[in-house]
């Protein structure tokens, strides 16, 4: 299990005046769930890739699991951290599903009798296994980032970061691989740290950052950020359903209880009042 | 009186090099400045459906008429064009398609292909950019050096100039978040009140819910509901054999019913309607 | 679902020739490329095409589906034959116009090379259809081993070379829909002269070069994240092993290049 502490960064593109992050500090409990929320362009996708060392921040630091991220700590940092892209297409990389799994094992120079009882319990994990064989352009959206998932599994990393990696996939799909994110934070002790606006995951969340013009504006437990639908909508995020379902029966005159409660707590909540 | 605006009769496509019908035999009828919802699983036929209303592709058999036209197996390919005088279409992810050096010679490229006057293209392009809410400054700018939702509605604006009756949208929602999304919807709608025909392929059964008076279901080729959002949603099982899922506001009446509580709209479309039926209900307790 | 067939792409079905290693494959179907160019007779000619003939048989793929393969290249292969015989000179000459002629020579020439192309696809069809492209590349892979000597970076040639053909399905995928999607904004591919029609053709490769550099740059960040170095060592999942059907396989080359040879001399 690891934590992610993230100091004081700052980071500018080498051919741009502004940055795109300015001090931004907090760190990441193991087994945790954060989610980075934010307008396009605010600077959560370079954060996410800062975290993962495929960007270098022009100051501050960040360790991962007591390891500073640096140029020379790239390889291990890579093998703690998995990362999942918004596109599935252009992440996966083997002419089958075995061949994108063995992609990362490969760079890890796993000898390749090893490989496939690996393979395979990846792909179990997130049940694919029956599609082992199967090329990428017969396989969906949803199907392919669970392959990208299984790629990362193989690894056993410690932390997963997803890069809007839910955006592009259909409902169904996207609540599939969210339950199966859940399972593998509760059963493995990954923490999950996802770049997202879909409010159906950032409910999920233990925590949430909310980063505005390169900085961050507010963090802590996401009882407290999802409350504040001010912010939520200025972000463009919008507010959670939970939260507008509550606020549509404050107005009608229904008496709620004081503290947050999330959709699951809600709809228990209401089934009671309604026995 | 209503008229309509796409009939198909009978409509069979099978892909070049495919043995499986893509559409195997589909029928209905489009009023005009209805707003309609196609929603169906990947391969369900609903992308060959509207390709085929927007004369992409041409039947094998059956019949389709659309602004006074009649399409079938026969048809000439001068026929087929002459529909996207009249129907446009926003592909998904459309800022994909983008290729001009400036955003207002991207948004004139349809237009031009119609054949239009320069002045009126011109006119169009204005337009085009205002309703998608982008400011005239843009125009000479480089599509590709915008943001990626500020691209999405170029590419849109470049459908809207050609002034279509009837607009086929593919997920145009997809990968935006909450505020571009609503945003979207209330410009789609706003066209659908101003009488433009929507036909909308869609995943998110919210946005059926909230915008569609008229939903189509697709499976293995064929329609297998055409019916209002209502009637579809308040038979769940069959949504979940499709791989469909329902919006939420049904979703958590149908929970709240399925634990004992006695709401009579099961299928509130809204989650105004929703808190409404709770309040009903609550308040017959009290 | 589909049974799409084009030229260069895998036929899914099994056969003796689908089991066989693509390294021995690869090699007879070079050494029969090399081979043709020895055919010096009618007899030698029919020799290798009974050769291929047989192969077309062992591979389970019906003769139709590779007409269908090589149907859209025919008229590629009439027109240089066309040119062939009109454009060569020699022997006898049965007609001419201007610097145009049909002679006997031409006549000859444009048999050889006809005769060429068509053996030349069929045996590269014979291969792919076999053969699963990865495996192409993995046998491709084992050829250039050798290079390596010279500092050839074949590991990365190879990688790269996979991912190529793995986006192929993608980027054609792509085009379609870009072509779609222009057709929809009234654009009619059909229409005008060839510089128009060449003019058509902006709308549809701008987007497809945009589209694919976005693609390689994420392809890349997402290659650097799953902790690829390209100067670092990497093991191979796909190990290739020889079987004795591959040794079988190799003595029908040997068979073919005796008999070759052979016809050659005491014919």
Redesign the interface.
């Known amino acids: 299990m690891a934590g992610i502490k993230v100091r004081n960064i700052t980071f500018k593109y080498p051919d741009s005046k502004a940055p795109v992050l300015k001090n931004i500090s907090f760190n990441v409990e193991p087994a945790s769930w954060t989610a980075i929320i934010g307008?396009?362009?605010s600077g959560k996708s370079t954060l996410a890739?800062l975290i993962?060392g495929?960007l270098i921040p022009t100051a501050g630091s960040i360790e991962i699991d007591g390891i500073r991220v640096s140029e020379a700590t790239l390889?291990i940092i890579?093998?703690q951290?998995?990362?999942v892209?918004?596109?599935p297409?252009?992440?996966?990389?083997?002419?089958?599903v075995?061949?994108d799994v063995?992609?990362?094992?490969?760079?890890?120079?796993?000898?390749?009798e090893k490989?496939e009882k690996k393979?395979n319990d990846a792909l179990e994990m997130v049940g694919m296994l029956k599609y082992k064989d199967v090329?990428?352009?017969n396989l969906?959206g949803g199907q392919k980032q669970r392959v990208a998932l299984a790629?990362?599994l193989a690894?056993m990393p410690k932390i997963i970061i997803l890069d809007?990696a839910t955006?592009?996939l259909?409902?169904?799909a996207r609540?599939e691989i969210l339950t199966l994110l859940k399972r593998l934070r509760d059963e493995q002790g990954i923490s999950i740290i996802s770049i997202t606006?879909d409010?159906d995951e950032i409910e999920l969340a233990d925590n949430i950052i909310v980063i505005n013009d390169a900085q961050i504006v507010k963090q802590g437990a996401a009882a407290d950020v999802l409350k504040n639908e001010k912010l939520l909508?200025e972000i463009?995020?919008?507010i959670p359903?939970s939260q507008?379902?509550q606020l549509?029966?404050a107005t009608?005159?229904?008496n709620l209880p004081n503290r947050y409660l999330n959709?699951e707590e809600l709809?228990n909540w209401?089934?009671q009042?309604?026995? | 009186m209503v008229k309509s605006a796409v009939t198909v009769t009978n409509l069979h496509y099978t892909y070049p090099n495919t043995t499986t019908e893509a559409l195997a035999g589909v029928s209905l009828t489009i009023q005009e400045q209805d707003f309609v919802a196609i929603v169906g699983q990947?391969g369900s036929g609903k992308s060959t459906l509207v390709s085929l209303i927007d004369g992409l592709i041409q039947p094998d058999s059956g019949q389709l008429n659309i602004a006074g036209m009649t399409i079938d197996a026969t048809a000439k390919a001068s026929q087929l064009s002459k529909i996207h005088h009249h129907v446009g279409f926003v592909f998904q992810f459309p800022e994909q398609q983008l290729f001009a050096e400036t955003v207002a010679e991207d948004i004139a490229f349809g237009p031009h292909n119609l054949g239009w006057s320069e002045e009126k293209i011109q006119v169009a392009i204005d337009r085009a950019l205002m309703m998608v809410g982008l400011p005239l400054e843009l125009k000479s700018r480089s599509p590709f050096a915008l943001?990626?939702?500020q691209m999405r509605r170029v590419a849109i604006a470049g459908v809207l100039a050609m002034k279509p009756s009837i607009l086929i949208l593919d997920e145009p929602t997809?990968?935006l978040?909450?505020?571009?999304t609503?945003e979207l919807l209330t410009l789609i709608k706003k066209l659908n009140d101003n009488g433009t025909t929507i036909i909308m392929v869609t995943?998110?059964?919210e946005q059926v819910a909230s915008y569609a008076n008229r939903v189509i279901a697709m499976n293995k080729g064929t329609i297998i509901a055409d019916t209002t959002p209502q009637q579809l949603f308040s038979h769940p099982d069959d949504l979940i054999n499709l791989?469909?899922?329902l919006p939420?506001s049904v979703e958590?009446a149908q929970?709240?019913n399925n634990?004992?509580?006695?709401?009579t709209n099961t299928e509130p479309l809204s989650?105004?309607e929703?808190?409404?039926e709770?309040?009903k209900?609550?308040g017959r307790?009290r | 679902m589909t049974n799409k067939i084009v030229f260069g792409s895998y036929v899914p079905v099994k056969s003796i020739l689908h089991r066989l290693d693509p390294r021995i494959k690869l090699i007879m179907c070079i050494a029969f490329v090399i081979l043709i160019f020895f055919v010096n007779s009618w007899l030698t000619g029919l020799w290798l095409f009974l050769a291929l003939l047989l192969a077309i048989k062992l591979s389970n793929v019906a003769v139709k589906q590779y007409w269908q393969g090589i149907k859209p290249l025919f008229l590629i292969i009439l027109i240089t034959v066309a040119f062939q015989i009109l454009f060569s000179s020699g022997g006898k000459t049965y007609w001419h116009w201007g610097i145009m002629a049909i002679t006997y020579d031409g006549l000859i020439n444009s048999l050889i090379i006809f005769y060429r192309f068509i053996v030349i696809i069929t045996a590269s069809t014979v291969l792919t259809a076999t053969t699963?492209?990865?495996q192409i590349?993995d046998a491709l892979a084992w050829i250039m081993k050798p290079l390596k000597i010279i500092k050839v970076p074949v590991n990365q040639i190879t990688l790269m070379l996979?991912?190529a053909?793995?986006f192929v399905?993608?980027i054609m995928?792509e085009t379609s829909k870009i072509m779609k999607a222009q057709r929809a904004r009234g654009m009619n591919f059909n229409d005008g002269n060839i510089l128009t029609r060449i003019k058509h053709l902006v709308p549809i490769l701008i987007p497809l070069f945009v589209n694919s550099f976005?693609?390689a740059e994420?392809?890349a960040?997402?290659?650097?994240?799953?902790?690829?170095?390209p100067n670092?060592?990497?093991?191979?999942?796909?190990?290739l092993t020889w079987h004795s059907r591959d040794a079988w396989a190799g003595l029908g080359l040997i068979i073919v290049v005796i008999g070759l040879f052979s016809i050659r001399i005491f014919f």
């Open positions: 307008h396009n362009g890739r993962d495929l390889g890579h093998q951290i998995g990362f892209f918004q596109n297409e252009n992440q996966f990389v083997g002419a089958t075995a061949d063995a992609f990362g094992l490969e760079n890890r120079q796993v000898l390749p490989m393979i090329e990428p352009i969906s790629g990362i690894l809007e955006s592009m259909d409902p169904l609540k606006h409010l909508t463009g995020v919008g359903v507008r379902l549509l029966l009608r005159g229904i959709l709809k209401l089934s009042q309604l026995q | 990947t943001s990626g939702g997809a990968g978040d909450t505020q571009a609503n995943h998110q059964m791989s469909l899922t939420v958590i929970f709240l634990k004992g509580a006695k709401l989650l105004e929703l808190a409404d709770i309040v209900v609550m307790k | 699963p492209t990865f590349a996979s991912i053909l793995r399905p993608t995928d976005k693609r994420e392809l960040t997402a290659m650097e994240a799953r902790g690829y170095d670092a060592v990497r093991t191979h999942y796909r190990q």
